[in-house]
C-alpha cells in the first residue's frame, strides 16, 4: 500500500487564526487525495475530493471558504482551515487514492488534531 | 445515496476467541468494493481487507476474513484467533466502481480483546 504522511499530527491555535495541514504521498504520485474529518467517537466524514491540478470537488455542507485546499502536486496536498474557531477542532484525515478499477483502495495519512482556542 | 450500517457499536471477546463484525449496506449499484479497516488508539487508519462486488469468492488476509452476501448485501468481518492487537474500532466502509469513488463509511464497531 501507500505510505502517507501528515504534518502537524498535533495543532493548538487560537480562536481566529488560519491552520495549514500538509498532506504527503510518500511513495505514490497520487492524482487524487481525500480529506476528512472525524469528532470523537464517530465515524470519518468525507469533506473534500483533492484533484491534482484542478479545484477541489467539496461535499454538501462543507464550507470551501472556510476549508481551502490545494492539490499542487502529485505528492501534496494541503488543507487550510481560515479564521479556525473552536467548533473547528477535530482530528483531520487524509487518504490516497491508489490503483485504478479492481485494485483501486484508499491508503491513509496518520491524522492531525486541531484544537481551537 | 449508499449507505452503511455498523448496528454493534461495542463488542469484546476473550484472546484467542474468534469475533463476527457485522456490517450491511444499501445501493442500487452493481458494481462497487467494500472494506473494513480498523483504526487502534493511535487513530492510524489501516486497511484489513478489501472485496470486489463481482467477486463470489470471499476474501481472506490471514486472520481475517469476510463473508460477503451481495443478495442481502451483507459484508461482515470474522477475526479468528484474536490478538490484544486487534483491539481498535472497525469500519466497514463501501465504494462505488463507478463516477466519484468516494469511501462511504458506517458508524464504527469499537472492539476490545482482553487478556
Known amino acids: 500500500g501507500a505510505v502517507v504522511s501528515q504534518h502537524p499530527s498535533w495543532v493548538i491555535c487560537k480562536s481566529g487564526t488560519s491552520v495549514k495541514i500538509e498532506c504527503r504521498s510518500l511513495?505514490?504520485?497520487?492524482?487524487?487525495m481525500f480529506w476528512y474529518r472525524q469528532f470523537p467517537k464517530q465515524s470519518l466524514m468525507l469533506m473534500a475530493t483533492?484533484?491534482?491540478?484542478?479545484?477541489?470537488?467539496?461535499e454538501q455542507g462543507v464550507e470551501k471558504d472556510k476549508f481551502l485546499i490545494n492539490h499542487a502536486s502529485l505528492t501534496l496536498s494541503t488543507l487550510t482551515v481560515t479564521s479556525a474557531h473552536p467548533e473547528d477542532s477535530s482530528f483531520y484525515i487524509c487518504?490516497?487514492?491508489?490503483?485504478?478499477?479492481?485494485?483501486?483502495?484508499?491508503?491513509f495519512g496518520p491524522g492531525t488534531r486541531l484544537l481551537v482556542l | 445515496a449508499q449507505t452503511v450500517t455498523q448496528s454493534q457499536p461495542e463488542m469484546s471477546v476473550q484472546e484467542a476467541e474468534t469475533v463476527t463484525l457485522s456490517c450491511t449496506y444499501d445501493?442500487?449499484?452493481?458494481?462497487?468494493?467494500l472494506f473494513w479497516y480498523k483504526q487502534p488508539p493511535s487513530r492510524q487508519m489501516i486497511l484489513v481487507i478489501r472485496?470486489?462486488?463481482?467477486?463470489?469468492q470471499n476474501a481472506t488476509e490471514n486472520r481475517f476474513s469476510v463473508n460477503f452476501q451481495k443478495a442481502a448485501k451483507s459484508f461482515s468481518l470474522k477475526i479468528s484467533d484474536s490478538q490484544l492487537g486487534d483491539t481498535a474500532m472497525y469500519f466497514c466502509?463501501?465504494?462505488?466502481?463507478?463516477?466519484?469513488?468516494?469511501?462511504?463509511f458506517g458508524q464504527g464497531t469499537r472492539l476490545t480483546i482482553n487478556p
Open positions: 445501493t442500487s449499484e452493481s458494481n462497487y468494493y
Open positions: 487518504s490516497v487514492r491508489v490503483g485504478a478499477g479492481i485494485q483501486e483502495t484508499q491508503y
Open positions: 466502509a463501501f465504494m462505488k466502481r463507478r463516477g466519484a469513488q468516494k469511501l462511504v
Open positions: 472485496q470486489e462486488a463481482y467477486k463470489q
Open positions: 483533492s484533484n491534482e491540478g484542478s479545484k477541489a470537488t467539496y
Open positions: 511513495d505514490f504520485q497520487a492524482t487524487t
